[in-house]
């Protein structure tokens, strides 16, 4: 064996990290926000969980990186570590996919079908496909795939450059000799923790050994303790995830190694009296490919099935070594998005909509507890609404922070148009919290003045505060559910509610002038509509993004501009419903009234100058 064999080697491993990363990232890209919702419908049942580790494991393929996921979902306080063990397990019987694959590198037959099962004889037209797919077709979607087939082909050309590498050791006595340091069950799984932990992939490690089991150099008793130190290995990412967060996150890692280690030692112990006890045969023969992917199925599959009647025992115990106080659990409350969830941007994507969307409510709470004020002062309440204020504040300072971090990530058009909307609905949500404040400021004002709005004004206050309830809620169920048709209520809405704005401040002008209403309280009703204008411009920014997101070659100004011109009839339709549906209560305006008066009084006038004069008459 040259030295270029050994270039060649790294070489090969190198591309099969490269295809490996490739395919995982691009994998768990399209997955998308689908991995949080497939999370979050674990249950009780340990076997739901099992299968959910496992499918996730596949779609993403690393069982570390599911790890890293759970690690950033307990510490944002997302997940209980009591809901990751099980998921934890599964991860384990999915990584081993990878290895079947590879194990097909060995088949040999002249049967063009079975032969074409062989990666080594499809993956380049696997490659040629996804090329195609990468730069011919327009849609993102379509260009992920054909990342994906290509990465595949990557991986599986190195894994071809590795075999083809090492089939010169086979006729050499110096690896022969190397090998017994292999023949050392101990050995052999300080090897397999080691290499693993360097290249942090137990499917590259298991990749090499089956490259190395073509040679035929490689017998039972030296995989198996190599295979079993590969598991052991993997546990470094996880491990590393671990630094610097709170203990309760620190408790997946830890359970994820515990499995690890509990396992080997099993099957370690059952190694040993299997081959040095009762002296059976097998560890002396040769191993294939396909036997290592069978060995490492059986391995953490067993692993499992030993340990899930303990899984409740074990969660105790690692509870155990990382007991959480209360001021430590009030401290964890305060990670409102873990950084590892950036390694998943799909699954930060998902995670950032849910905080944006109780973002929102809080927004709609706060101001609706703001407009109650007023009906009934509460210096409690006033102090929710400022606790409310600082909470919106805080979400978002730490959203518009992890968003554009998230919006360098490469992610579906879908996540990108989610990210922007987000960035763009965050400060309108915030703002509303604002004027929130605005508005208990307001009744406070009123309070201690011991000032009240008239009957008149509370009556007109009534229907526009009921309007501006339904415009929030409305707002907010169409962020919740990204429906940009119930978005496009909003506007007409937010016209008739400028109406009744200036029809109030008009009235009130009417009452001023004429007396019926005093000055300082025609400034307090100014300042309530105005923040009631505000937050209703603010509903209107937030369903225009909706609608823009979901239509690229939408415009803003001009979308605006039609909808005030008249020239959409679906628009008229919706404004002249609401408009019908919040009516200000039929008042005679103070000048009218004057106009009436004088009238009235002119027609007295004509009536007694008229009966003046036939009274004259009749006197003559």
């Known amino acids: 064996m040259s030295i270029y064999n050994l270039f060649s080697m790294i070489g090969g491993l190198a591309f099969f990290l490269f295809g490996m990363n490739i395919m995982s990232n691009y994998l768990e ?96 037209l696997v490659a040629m496909f996804g090329v195609i797919l990468i730069m011919g077709s327009k849609q993102q979607k379509k260009k992920d795939v054909g990342t994906i087939m290509v990465g595949f082909a990557v991986l599986m050309y190195g894994m071809t450059l590795m075999s083809d590498a090492v089939s010169p050791l086979a006729d050499m006595p110096e690896f022969q000799s190397f090998l017994i340091a292999f023949d050392n069950p101990f050995m052999g799984v300080l090897i397999g923790t080691a290499f693993t932990g360097v290249i942090q992939s137990s499917a590259a490690a298991i990749g090499v050994l089956q490259a190395l089991a073509l040679t035929g150099q490689i017998s039972f008793g030296m995989a198996i303790p190599l295979v079993m130190g590969a598991n052991i290995g993997t546990c470094v990412t996880a491990i590393l995830s671990g630094i610097g967060v709170s203990k309760k996150a620190k408790r997946v890692p830890t359970l994820h190694v515990l499995i690890k280690i509990l396992g080997t030692v099993i099957w370690m112990v059952a190694y040993v009296i299997a081959r040095y006890v009762v002296n059976v045969p097998i560890f002396g023969q040769t191993i294939n490919a396909f036997q290592i992917a069978v060995f490492h199925t059986i391995f953490n599959i067993g692993t499992i099935l030993i340990l899930l009647p303990f899984s409740r025992r074990l969660c105790v115990w690692v509870e155990s070594m990382f007991k959480v106080q209360e001021e430590e659990e009030e401290e964890m409350k305060s990670v409102l998005l ?4 950036l390694l998943s941007p799909g699954l930060a994507v998902q995670q950032c909509r849910d905080k944006t969307v109780a973002m929102a409510h809080l927004a709609k709470k706060s101001f609706i507890k703001a407009l109650r004020v007023f009906e009934n002062f509460d210096e409690n309440e006033v102090q929710k609404i400022i606790a409310m204020e600082q909470q919106l504040d805080y979400l978002e300072d730490e959203l518009d922070t992890f968003l554009i971090r998230l919006s360098s990530k490469d992610m579906t058009e879908a996540d990108n148009d989610a990210v922007s909307e987000m960035l763009h609905s965050i400060n309108d949500f915030e703002r509303i919290g604002d004027h929130a404040i605005n508005m208990a400021q307001l009744a406070g004002d009123m309070n201690k003045q011991g000032l009240k709005f008239s009957s008149k004004a509370q009556s007109e206050i009534k229907v526009l505060k009921a309007a501006l309830e339904e415009i929030l809620s409305l707002t907010i169920d169409s962020f919740e559910s990204d429906d940009d048709v119930l978005a496009r209520n909003v506007e007409p809405l937010e016209e008739v509610i400028d109406d009744l704005a200036k029809e109030i401040k008009n009235r009130h002008i009417d009452r001023l002038q004429a ?83 004088k009238k009235n009084q002119k027609s007295k006038d004509k009536d007694k100058k008229d009966k003046d004069k036939k009274d004259k008459k009749a006197k003559k």
């Open 29 to 124: 890209k399209m997955a998308g926000g689908r991995l949080e919702s497939v999370l979050k419908k674990l249950t009780s049942n340990p076997f739901k969980s099992l299968a959910l580790g496992a499918g996730i494991t596949i779609a993403i393929q690393s069982s570390s990186a599911l790890t890293v996921m759970l690690v950033g979902l307990v510490n944002s306080g997302i997940m209980e570590f009591s809901q990751t063990v099980h998921v934890i397990m599964g991860s384990d019987i999915g990584t081993t996919l990878t290895a079947w694959i590879l194990s097909l590198n060995g088949l040999s037959s002249e049967n063009f079908a079975i032969s074409m099962l062989k990666p080594q004889n499809f993956s380049p």
């Open 515 to 597: 007396g019926e209403c005093r000055v300082e309280l025609g400034i307090l009703l100014t300042d309530y509509i105005t923040n009631v204008e505000r937050v209703s411009d603010h509903c209107s920014n937030v369903a225009v993004c909706i609608i823009q997101t979901k239509n690229s070659s939408f415009e803003i100004h001009g979308y605006l501009n039609e909808l005030k011109d008249g020239t959409q009839n679906e628009f008229v339709e919706e404004f002249d419903a609401y408009q019908e549906k919040y009516i200000l209560p039929e008042v005679i305006s103070p000048r009218k009234k004057s106009k009436v008066a």
């Open 338 to 341: 873990d950084e590892r969830l």
